[in-house]
């Protein structure tokens, strides 16, 4: 049981890890964002420590993703096929949209990044 215990800690950290750079916020910024400092939010994301349930929300909140986004441990690129990483990537992305996650805008940055990268990937 405490080695189970252990894993999910772990995962759970790297999760938040994870949104955190996705969103690129230093420790620090996202501490500010939580009332934590940095060394609190390293040892949650290294899983040396357990959190509540009302802080998991406040991370949620501060990194404006879902409570579920939160527990989903999986990375689109650990699936096996192309069409499972689309289907992973674009399933998150209607969630986004379906909860007003993110603004209008948002998407017109995305699809400029996308059309970018598609430009000069292979410059």
Do not use: C
């Not at 800690?9 to 964002?33: F, I, P, V, W």
């Not at 404006?64 to 990537?89: H, P, R, Y």
């Not at 998150?92 to 209008?104: C, G, M, T, Y």
Request: proline residues 0%.
């Amino acid at each position: 049981m405490q080695e189970e215990k252990n894993e999910f800690m772990l995962n759970l950290g790297k999760r938040l890890k994870q949104l955190r750079e996705y969103r690129n916020l230093t420790q620090s910024q996202l501490g500010a964002l939580v009332n934590k400092d940095y060394q609190s939010i390293s040892r949650i994301e290294n899983g040396r420590v357990n959190t509540s349930a009302y802080m998991l929300l406040k991370f949620a909140q501060a990194l404006n993703v879902s409570m579920n986004d939160v527990f989903t441990f999986e990375e689109a690129s650990k699936f096996d096929t192309k069409d499972d990483q689309i289907g992973w990537l674009s399933d998150r992305i209607v969630h986004a949209i379906e909860n007003e996650l993110f603004a209008e805008e948002a998407l017109k940055v995305a699809e400029e990044k996308i059309r970018y990268i598609k430009k000069h990937k292979h410059q």
